[in-house]
C-alpha cells in the first residue's frame, strides 16, 4: 500500500484512517486498548539520567523470514554504532523488556506482520530479517520539554523504521522532519491521532522530532509511540 511512496521519496506519513485499513489486512487488533495501556507501565531511561529523565521505554528483538512465524529473540542490549547515534553509539544500553502479554498480543503481532509484508517487498533479496521493537514514552513538564530525538536528527542504521502513534495527551509540537543525506529538509507532519504512523526508507533519510510542551502547563502531558526496525540479516 505505501511501498511506491517509499520507493520515490524514501518515507510516507500515514493518516490514522489509512495505516488502519492496512493494519486491518494484515490481522487482528482486537487488544488495541490493552496494548495502549501497556505504555502506562513503562520504565524510565537510566541512560538519560544526567540529561534528564524525560524518557520511558521497553525493548524487545525478534527476527523473521520473508514468511513463516515471526519469533521473538532472547533479552538483549539494544546496540547502536556511533555514526548513527553521536550520544549513545557503541554503548549496550540494557532496557527493561517489552511485557509478555504485550510481545505476544494480537495489535503486536499484526503490526509486525505488516511490516515485514512492507518491508519485504520493498527489498525481496532480504532472506531474515533482525527486528527491533521500542516502546516510548516522551513526558513533558511546564519545566522541562520533552525530546523524542535527543540524538538529534539521525538515522538508525537498518533499512526500513515503522513509527506508530498510540497515544498523545497534553502535548503540544512533536513535529517529525525527514532529511535527505545532504541535511536537506524534504518533508516535516505531526503524528496527531492513534495510528498515525510515519515509515522511513534509513538508508536514504535521516529524520527528527522536535521537543515536546504540555498544551495546559498545570499538567503533565506524554507522548507515546511505537518504534519497529527492520534490517536484513
Known amino acids: 500500500m505505501f511501498e511506491a511512496a517509499l520507493r520515490k521519496n524514501g518515507f510516507v506519513f500515514a493518516r490514522a484512517i489509512e495505516m488502519r485499513r492496512a493494519l486491518d489486512g494484515c490481522g487482528s487488533l482486537a487488544d488495541w486498548d490493552a496494548f495502549a495501556a501497556s505504555w502506562n507501565h513503562l520504565e524510565v531511561d537510566e541512560y538519560l539520567a544526567d540529561r534528564g529523565r524525560f524518557r520511558r521505554r521497553r525493548y524487545a528483538v525478534f527476527?523473521?523470514?520473508a514468511t513463516g512465524p515471526i519469533a521473538r529473540e532472547p533479552h538483549q542490549a539494544h546496540l547502536q554504532y556511533p555514526q548513527y547515534n553521536a550520544l549513545f553509539g557503541g554503548v549496550e544500553r540494557w532496557f527493561?523488556?517489552?511485557?509478555?502479554a504485550v510481545a505476544s498480543g494480537q495489535t503486536?503481532?499484526?503490526?509486525?506482520r505488516f511490516c515485514r509484508s512492507t518491508f519485504s517487498r520493498l527489498a525481496p533479496d532480504r532472506e531474515r530479517w533482525h527486528i527491533e521493537v521500542?516502546?516510548?514514552r516522551i513526558e513533558a513538564r511546564a519545566d522541562q520539554a520533552g525530546q523524542p530525538t535527543p540524538e538529534g536528527t539521525h538515522r538508525d542504521g537498518v533499512d526500513y523504521v515503522l513509527v506508530l502513534l498510540v497515544n498523545r495527551c497534553n502535548i503540544a509540537?512533536?513535529?517529525?522532519?525527514?532529511?535527505?543525506?545532504?541535511?536537506?529538509t524534504l518533508g516535516s507532519f505531526t503524528l496527531t491521532d492513534p495510528f498515525d504512523a510515519a515509515l522511513v526508507d534509513d538508508a536514504r533519510v535521516a529524520h527528527g522530532v522536535t521537543p515536546v510542551t504540555p498544551q495546559d502547563p498545570a499538567l503533565p502531558g506524554h507522548r507515546d509511540v511505537l518504534v519497529v526496525t527492520f534490517r536484513g540479516v
Open 63 to 65: 527476527s523473521a523470514t
Open 96 to 100: 527493561e523488556p517489552v511485557a509478555d
Open 108 to 112: 503486536l503481532g499484526t503490526v509486525l
Open 134 to 136: 521500542h516502546q516510548f
Open 173 to 184: 509540537s512533536g513535529t517529525t522532519t525527514v532529511h535527505d543525506l545532504q541535511g536537506r
